[in-house]
Every structure is written in C-alpha cells, then in structure tokens.
C-alpha cells in the first residue's frame, strides 16, 4: 500500500499540468454550480445557464482590469521622474550615509555586477527557456480549466451518474455521501478563501489610502487574487505595495506601508485565516496552520496551496465514514436481556425463571458464618 500511494504520488507530481486545472476547476466549479441550479429551477436551460455564468465572471474580471488599466497607466507614468530621483537619492545615502562609498567604488561595483551578468548569460538564458517553457504551461492550464469548468458546472450531474455506475450498488450509497460531504468542504473553503482574501484587501486598501500611496486599486486587487495563493501571494502583493510607496513617497511612506502589510498579513495568517477557514471547513485553527506550514515545507505554492482542502476533504470523509462505523472504535456491547418474569409461578416453571415474588422481595443479607463457609468449605464458628 505504501508503494502503490508513492507511486500514485510521483504519478500525479509529473501530470501536474492536468491534476492542477482539474483541483482548481473543481474550486471554481463549487462556487459556479449553486446559482446555476438556481436559474434552473427559474426555467433557464442548464447549458444556457452555465454559458451565461462564465462568460458573466470572465467578463467582471476583464471589466475590472479594464477599469484598472487607465489609472495604472497614468499613476506609472507619473511615477517615471521619481524612479531616476530615488535611484539618486539611493546613491546619495552610499555616498554620505554610514558606508562613505564614493563614485569611483559604485561605478566599479556597478562594472563588476553587470559583468558578472554578462558572464552567465548561459544560465540565464536557460533561466529564460525554463521560464518561457512555465509559461506556456501556465496558458495551457488556464485554457483546460476553462474548459473542465464548462463540462463541470453542466454535465456535473452525468459525470457523477456515470461515476456511479462503475461502482457495485451495495457501495453507491456510501459513494454518494462521501461525494456530498467532500462537495460541501471544498466549496466551504473556497467562500471562505475569499472572505479572507475580502477583509485583507479592504484593510490593506484603507491602509494605502490613508497614507497616500499611488495606485490603490490595483494594489488592492493584487491583494485580494494574492490571498488565494497562501504565503508566496502575500509576500509578493506585500512587496509591490512597499516598492511603490517607496519610490513615490519616500523610506517614511515605505516602512508605513510595510507596518499596514506585516500587521494585516500577521493578523490574517494566525487569526482571521484559521478561524474563518476552520469555521468554513470545519477544521480547528490548529489543523488549518499546520497543513498550511505542513504543505509549504513538502510541496512549496502548491503544496500551500492544496493543503487546507485535501486536509478539509479527509477530515469530511473521515466523519463520513465515522458515522457509518466503518472506521473508528467499535461500539459497545449491547447489554443481556433481562431474565425472563413468570406470572403464576409453580412446579411447571421453567428451570432458570423467577417468581414476581422473588423479585419483588429484597435481597437478603448472607449472615457471616454462612459467607465463611462457603469461602473455606468448612463450618467456622458454634
């Protein structure tokens, strides 16, 4: 059994390109599927109803990037003077701060790291295929998500017919619970990923608003999508928050920023993110943080990224299969019978019976010689 799960496990690692869009097209189809069935039940024809949900959510979020485009465009334009100003400024703390660097050690500093590029461009070309080849990886991705999401969200209920089908009819029942419950912990995790990701771009946004940072918007929308990418995602958006307040505003606007960020980001990985999935997933805040840290040591972004629902989906088809007694402690034995009552007693009683008399009449006490005797098997006392 151990070799048959490494196996499956190296399996599934090299088919990552097709086990991924299926686990992400399985997130977004638990979101997708409820107002679909609810426009079904309206009259609307399933596949005309899913057709009209996922072009509406692909084109919110092209809406939204549209939206976004024209600030961002402005605000970087605006930001393209204080770039060339803070690289000098960046200069000028070598030169006067505590290191009393002068131009001649920057200028050679400077020779020696792009010499030092230019000496490894070998790698970084291949650094550069590999990145192309990731690409092309991560297109090709999205396009089968897209597409499993479609057949998901309409044909959900014939695959899981089909699925059935396949399986011996005495286990069809159970295999239907353990779908339903597995069903109701991913779509718990994935409202409550979103809740989470919600509160951590609202505050995050005031924050940026407060102290005046450029490009609000999308920063807080590279915080909300960040939040679905446990650990890597908030790290990046953090970054690019910092960077930006520190080339428009200056070191003090940058360490404001990083407060706002390792606050909320602290808050939320120890705080809203356990209690809110664990409310959702119905997992403890402890299980959420330790699959969390547990799959960023084994697996990296994904791995943290597949912890919570895999750790979710077990914790689901273990209760499952709790209540069914299939796993777990065996219950207890069920208490014997009680002896059996004869009304009118007499010399037809059966050997074994009692009379109501008997049993209604109090245990007499055994007097203590009677007790002896029968202890050592001989008379004690006069």
Partial sequence: ?????????????????????????????????????????????????????????????????????????????????????????????????????????????????????????????SGVLAGAILAGEVVAGLLLTLVLVFFFVKDGEKICAFALDQIRPRNQDLAKALGRRVWEAIGGYVKGTALVALADATIIGVGLLLIGVPLVLPLTLLVFFGAFFPLVGAVLAGTVAVLVALVSGGPGDALLTLGVVVVVQQVEGDVLAPLVLGRAVRLHPLVILMALTGGAVIGGLIGAF??????????????????????GPASPPAAPPPPEVTVDGGPQAEPGTRHRADLERPPQPVPAARGWRKLFGRRVGP
């Fill in 1 to 125: 059994m151990a070799g048959g799960v490494a196996l499956s496990v190296l399996a599934l690692a090299h088919l990552r390109i097709l086990v991924l869009p299926v686990i992400i097209a399985l997130l977004v189809s638990s979101v997708l599927v409820p107002p679909v069935r609810r426009l079904q039940r309206s009259g609307v024809p399933r596949a005309l109803a899913t057709w009209m949900l996922l072009l509406g959510s692909l084109g919110a979020l092209i809406g939204v990037v549209v939206l976004a485009a024209p600030s961002v465009a402005e605000e970087f334009a605006d930001l393209g003077p204080t770039v060339s100003a803070g690289v000098e400024q960046v200069k000028s703390w070598l030169v006067d701060g505590p290191l009393e660097l002068s131009d001649e050690q920057i200028n050679r500093y400077s020779d020696q790291v792009f010499e030092q590029l230019r000496s490894s461009g070998s790698r970084i070309a």
């Fill in 306 to 327: 597949l912890a919570v629902p895999i750790a979710a989906v077990a914790v689901a088809v273990g209760s499952e299969l709790k209540a069914r007694e299939i796993i």
